[in-house]
């Protein structure tokens, strides 16, 4: 059974960096045709994918989020990481790493159905 699960910091001050990791167990990171995600929803608003990571190790990103995301990965633990720089106030949110078998969508707001497991997301707070 594929499970995903994400730790970090919950807080973190404005201007400083959020890095986050998602453990995979039950798969690998370098799995056919597999493409590992991070995802965010802000109080009050929709699903927002943040950049993802696939099995060859190329990446993708939100364009508005891509000059402060860096995404990457271990494949000796099957984990990928998230590091947001400059966090700011707006940045609050539940983020979620998820696993999806064709490559995301940037741009638009994430649908569920796009991705096959989710970790239970960690609430993220930018605050001072």
């Known amino acids: 059974q594929v499970q995903l699960r994400e730790s970090g910091p919950r807080l973190v001050k404005p201007s400083k960096t959020l890095s986050l990791i998602c453990a995979v167990e039950?798969?690998?990171?370098?799995?056919?045709?597999?493409?590992w995600t991070w995802i965010r929803q802000s109080p009050g608003k929709g699903l927002e994918l943040i950049a993802y990571?696939?099995?060859?190790?190329?990446?993708g990103f939100n364009p508005i989020l891509e000059s402060r995301a860096s995404i990457g990965r271990d494949t000796s633990k099957d984990q990928f990481t998230l590091h947001l720089f400059s966090a700011t106030p707006e940045g609050t949110a539940t983020c979620y790493c998820?696993?999806?078998?064709?490559?995301?969508?940037?741009?638009?707001?994430?649908?569920?159905?796009?991705?096959?497991?989710w970790g239970p997301g960690i609430q993220v707070t930018v605050s001072s």
């Open positions: 990571i696939d099995y060859t190790g190329a990446t």
């Open positions: 998820a696993k999806a078998a064709h490559p995301p969508t940037v741009g638009n707001l994430v649908s569920e159905d796009d991705y096959d497991y």
């Open positions: 039950g798969d690998s990171v370098t799995t056919d045709s597999s493409y």
